[in-house]
């Protein structure tokens, strides 16, 4: 009887332990270092711009496909920063020796911003920014009536390990050759 409940009260510290306190409303696969619930939203205009600094011109062109075929807005992509400027920064700066795919991403009322010392931190920060983002923002067409809007946040994040995993099993879900194609890409 004491191993049994020696057992069960260990399990449930673990099982507490593992658990994470994720803001209200906000889910984000893996889940960041450090996230901040702000107050407030930033609603996606119906003209966005996207704005990078030189070398994160691929990652706004990305950025702004993904936001054109979900939205069906009409989204400019700029090399350069202006002070009054865009409504999604891509920014590159920050030492070069610290950890490649590290970003952080901070939205507001005004716009959103991604900081990252190069282009892996930058596709990074975007992959957790169309997660902020409505669901559909994945669809291929133009979805209609859905606010696009994403919750104020402060989020720094980066790899805690030099790997990274991924499971993908053609057997149980029959993936097209094409499906398959397109998720190693």
Known sequence: MKRTLLFLASFIAVAGYGQSIMPAGISL???PVSLQR???????????????????LDVARYLGRKITAATGYPVAVKEGL???????????AGEKTVNK???????????????????AGLFYGVQTLLQLLP??????????NTTWSIPAVAIIDYPRFAWRGLMF?????????????????
């Open 29 to 31: 696969i893996p889940q």
């Open 38 to 56: 702000l107050t407030g939203n930033f609603t996606l205009p119906a003209n966005p711009v996207i704005e990078t600094t030189s070398g994160g």
């Open 82 to 92: 202006t002070a009054a400027g865009g409504t999604i920064k891509l920014v590159l």
């Open 101 to 119: 795919e590290q970003y952080g991403l901070t939205s507001g009322a005004t716009g959103v911003t991604i900081t990252a010392p190069e282009a």
């Open 135 to 144: 669901p559909a923002i994945e669809s291929k067409t133009v979805v209609g």
């Open 169 to 185: 099993d053609v057997s149980r879900h029959f993936f097209t050759k094409e499906e398959v194609k397109e998720f190693i890409d």
